[in-house]
């Protein structure tokens, strides 16, 4: 089976990673050498530190890299047999994406969203092909992180789904499945945990440090939400809430004014260097 990924950024070469070193031929796409060149080095860089905490072998590293193709050109997916976007979240593009996708890649192509928050249904509808429609929300880091949110859409068939999830197992990822809705439930949960506690950062209930503490010491997560922000980036948490906030118009979905603020002085989190906290780039 090959696997196309379109988009090399954080996600994308993530999981163009993971497939590789599970010995599936990987393409990937995006629209200058010099993305690509920066992606495949970022892989390159995250399997030696695998090679080094022996998760695998120097053999393993070498077949994992000789698996990727880099290409610039939409139509090196016509032989691919799943195309998984991992494009930025944008509504338009995508569904232009995806009726691209539709006319390049053979009938019985599955065409994937690695979205967070973009309606899977609303992406089926740009094809011709709604049963081969599904989302893979991958989390990040992608080689570490176990979950794999499979999103079903309306159209998607079972034998679509199975697929899905047996690919995922095969991938050493545990796949979890849901219903097409706004920020899924990974999102939809998880983005007002991070808005409420940039609401408490901001009316100086503590620091970010002390608020990342709580949460961490006193309700099990392993990342506090300032942080997990700041991986995430400002600029997606935002862009999520703000779906979540349209979709259901309720109060609670609107991003925090500081969210907003750091959005527009770019401070984005670690991708810039400067969000909740500082980072060396």
């Known amino acids: 089976m090959k696997i196309g990924v379109l988009g090399a950024g954080t996600m994308g070469n993530g999981i163009a990673h993971v497939f590789a070193q599970y010995n599936y031929k990987v393409v990937l796409v995006d629209v200058n050498d010099q993305i690509l060149s920066n992606a495949f080095n970022s892989i390159e860089k995250n399997l030696n530190r695998q090679c080094q905490k022996n998760i695998i072998n120097n053999k393993d590293l070498k077949n994992s890299l000789s698996n990727i193709e880099l290409s610039t050109e939409i139509n090196s997916f016509k032989s691919c047999d799943l195309v998984i976007e991992a494009i930025k979240e944008d509504l338009d593009l995508k569904k232009k994406i995806f009726s691209q996708l539709d006319l390049i890649c053979d009938k019985n192509t599955i065409l994937a969203s690695n979205t967070s928050s973009i309606s899977i249904n609303s992406l089926a509808d740009s094809t011709n092909r709604s049963e081969k429609v599904i989302g893979m ?145």
């Open 137 to 281: 929300h991958f989390m990040n880091p992608v080689p570490i992180m176990k979950l794999v949110e499979i999103i079903k859409g309306n159209k998607t068939s079972k034998e679509t789904i199975d697929i899905i999830l047996s690919i995922s197992k095969k991938l050493d990822k545990i796949p979890i499945q849901c219903n097409d809705s706004p920020g899924f439930v990974s999102n939809r949960i998880l983005m007002p945990m991070i808005n409420e506690a940039a609401h408490c950062y901001n009316e100086g209930v503590a620091d970010a440090q002390s608020i990342d503490s709580i949460m961490k010491l006193g309700m099990g997560h392993p990342m506090g939400p300032l942080k997990l922000a700041d991986l995430i980036g400002i600029d997606v948490c935002v862009y999520i809430l703000n779906v979540l906030f349209n979709e259901f118009n309720d109060v609670k979905y609107k991003p925090s004014d500081i969210l907003v603020n750091m959005l527009e002085k770019k401070y984005l989190g670690k991708k810039t260097g400067k969000g909740f906290y500082n980072y060396e780039l």
